[in-house]
């Protein structure tokens, strides 16, 4: 018997120390301590022997028990160490490697043109504004001093929205300028004002340069003694460096509009035949300011005789689709990817002023 037993401990041992891997002994243990192990048939062999004999035999099996689990468990935490040695070495990183280049997205240019409008008037003290896509009619044309029957609305080609759902509410517009945007901020702000406003603007308009949708980027500033050489100034230094043109010429004529008195249209130098901007002796509109009118101010309530100011607006993919010599409109809103990846811009370069947008 003792002999039996220490040829079985023996042989135990032999399995433990030579079982390749944690899953053999796993089945090692099984084999000895599982409810039809070899060592759990001795334990229970114990019960019928008579008490003098199974306190003795006992005390032998229960040893080499003991002497087992403690050669399983230093086994396992062997096997288990050499297993994440062996998993570090094979996934051991080459950090000398170089990177992959990410596959990234690119930025739209609007998008583009909108962040360097901001980083433009950002740096003249300008913040940004926002206004809904959905406008009131009085907002959009009412407050700005464009009456109902008025024939500026014709130009704007407006589509009108059904009233809210009870149908007591304003009437409705898709805004056909971002000028409402100039009264909001009038409304929610006091003077000094200085700011841009750029979004979505619609009329029912489509061809190769008009899309019912477009962009547009509003201006408005109001002080105490703002004047048209403050118009002059701003904005010929805007568009010279929206086109990193120092020297591009750029001139005021005079033009209407009923938010502002006087008005003036905003042209720039080009030549029209090879659409080179900056000489060549012709002029392109590039957008519409002026100073703004006192009945505007009054309606937004400011006091006309204390405050004034100046508003442009310019349409974004315009001066985009210049800069860039793109002379279609219509890809900008049709998610070509082979368009956006010839004209977007990496997310990496973001516009900033110091390098030139
Ligand atoms: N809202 C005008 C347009 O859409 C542009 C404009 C804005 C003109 C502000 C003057 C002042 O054509």
Same mark, same amino acid.
């Given at each position: 018997m003792t002999d039996? @037993? #220490? #040829? *079985?401990c023996h042989a135990a041992e032999h399995d433990i120390a030579t079982a390749p891997d944690l899953r053999a002994l796993e089945a090692v243990r099984v084999a000895l301590l599982g409810k039809t192990? !070899? @060592?759990t048939a001795r334990l229970k062999e114990l019960g019928a022997l008579p008490p003098e004999a199974r306190r003795e035999q006992g005390a !032998?099996?229960?040893a080499v028990k003991e002497a087992l689990t403690a050669a399983l468990e230093a !086994?396992? #935490?062997a096997l288990a160490a050499a297993a994440l040695e062996a998993r570090l070495a094979q996934e051991r990183i080459d950090v000398s490697l170089p990177a992959r280049p990410a596959e990234s997205g690119l930025i739209h240019p609007i998008s583009r043109a909108m962040d360097e409008i901001a980083a433009i008037f950002g740096a003249m003290g300008f913040t940004v504004a926002e206004g809904p896509d959905i406008e009131t009619d009085w907002h959009n044309f009412g407050a700005l001093n464009i009456p109902p029957h008025h024939p500026a609305r014709a130009d704007h080609d407006t589509f009108y929205l059904p009233p809210e759902a009870d149908g007591d509410g304003p009437p409705r517009v898709l805004r056909t300028h971002t000028s409402p945007v100039q009264m909001r901020t009038m409304l929610a702000e006091t003077p000094p004002i200085r700011i841009i406003a750029m979004g979505r603007t619609y009329r029912a308009d489509h061809d190769a340069t008009h899309s019912p949708m477009f962009h547009q980027c509003e201006g408005l500033v109001i002080d105490r003694d703002i004047t048209l050489g403050h118009l002059k100034g701003c904005l010929t230094d805007f568009l010279r460096a929206f086109f990193g043109l120092p020297d591009l010429p750029v001139r005021f004529r005079a033009s209407y509009f009923p938010f502002t008195e006087p008005s003036m249209e905003v042209d720039?130098?080009?030549? !029209?035949?090879?659409? /080179? *901007?900056g000489r060549g002796g012709d002029? @392109? /509109?590039i957008l519409g300011s002026g100073m703004v009118h006192a009945k505007v101010l009054a309606n937004g309530g400011i006091d006309p005789r204390e405050w004034q100011g100046f508003a442009f607006g310019m349409g974004i993919e315009r001066i985009t689709m210049l800069k860039h010599g793109i002379n279609d409109l219509r890809p900008f809103f049709e998610s070509d990817l082979r368009w956006l990846r010839h004209y977007g811009f990496s997310p990496m370069a973001p516009a900033m002023l110091h390098e030139g947008v």
């Open positions: 039996d @037993l #220490a #040829a *079985l192990g !070899r @060592l !032998r099996v229960n !086994r396992c #935490a720039i130098g080009w030549n !029209r035949r090879s659409g /080179e *901007l002029w @392109l /509109e």
